[in-house]
């Protein structure tokens, strides 16, 4: 394995190229093959995907982070519970030793699943800082399956404080917004659509 891959964190297995287009058709393969060229990355500019789970907007903000590998590009990947375990261990750390750290100092940065679960005030406050932290300076590709408008109640109620994340993350921002069928619940589609065994007799 790449070393740089491993050190970023992304999952294994997770390429454009194996990305299973015809699924989900409603994908806008252009503008994910243009995210794949990483002009968004020279740019310091942010990806969003948007979408209910099991669309494939963990599977493409992988592959985005395994191209930008690929493109000589620092990335690091966390799942939005991880990062936040790691946040609050650095809370306490002066900003000028932060600078150290993957998570600011990466050129691309992807952080997984923002909306499974609301963040209590410490962690808003952490995640703004962060977000604050690489404005304009770093890329960041982020999944959450809750619309923008209905991000208040993932940063702890605060609409102030979500307004002024959004601010930093959307000034420069390419949104993919996938709404189709879930890839994982496919086989169980399947066995639903079946029809029903006829009664012994």
């Known amino acids: 394995m790449d070393p740089s891959l ?23 393969r252009a503008k ?30 992988v592959a985005l982070g395994v191209r930008a590998i690929k493109n000589g590009f620092s990335t690091t990947h966390f799942v939005l519970d991880d990062l936040m375990h790691v946040l609050k261990g650095d809370a306490a750390v002066p900003p000028r030793r932060l600078k150290a750290r993957r998570y600011l100092n990466s050129a691309l940065l992807v952080i997984d699943e923002v909306g499974f679960r609301p963040l209590d005030r410490q962690e808003a406050n952490l995640f703004f800082r962060l977000v604050s932290a690489r404005y304009e300076k770093g890329s960041i590709i982020l999944t959450s399956n809750k619309h923008v408008r209905d991000w208040p ?7 102030i404080l979500t307004t002024a994340i959004l601010d930093r993350l959307l000034h420069h921002v390419h949104i993919v917004d996938i709404d189709g069928r879930s890839y994982r619940l496919r086989e169980i589609d399947g066995l639903l659509k079946q029809p029903a065994p006829s009664p012994p007799g």
Request: hydrophobic share 40%; proline share 7%; aromatic share 10%.
């Open 6 to 28: 491993k050190l970023s964190g992304l999952p294994v297995g997770k390429t454009l190229e194996g990305f299973d287009w015809t699924f989900q058709p409603r994908v806008d």
């Open 153 to 159: 109640e993932i940063f702890a109620g605060d609409e």
């Open 32 to 61: 994910i093959e243009a995210l794949a060229t990483c002009a968004y990355v020279r740019a310091s500019e942010n990806v969003l995907f948007m979408g209910p789970p099991g669309v494939g907007k963990s599977h493409l903000a």
